[in-house]
């Protein structure tokens, strides 16, 4: 089993209990370049709110896509898009990723913007 295959079975992992609770998830993707957020609600199967760093506004604050500082702006977009939708209290769903670095960084700045997990 390489090391995406057992991110994704720790992620489906995360999921389930996600699921089961029936809250609106954050969910983040990280690659070499850059970093994605996504507000889901799977209820509905509707995707609420997104930033990346390949949005227009970002790109132009940043160098480098896949920094913590870039984490942390998605972050804070996320969760100013949350909080415009009406949407406070999330499950954070890291997606089987080690919760250091950049998703660390990504979840602070949700959680010092106003969203509660």
Known sequence: ??????RIKRSQKTR???LSAGAIRLSVH?????IYAQLIDDKNNKILA????????????????SNVKAAFIVGKRIAE?????????IAFDRA????????????????ESGLKF
């Open 96 to 111: 089987g990723y080690k919760y250091h670095g950049r998703v660390k960084a990504l979840a602070e700045a949700a959680r």
């Open 30 to 34: 990280r690659t070499n370049l850059h």
């Open 81 to 89: 898009k949350g909080k415009k939708n009406g949407i406070s209290d």
């Open 16 to 18: 389930k209990k996600i």
């Open 50 to 65: 997104s930033a990346s760093t390949l949005e227009p506004d970002v790109r132009k604050e940043l160098l480098c896509g």
């Open 1 to 6: 089993m390489n090391l995406k295959e057992k």
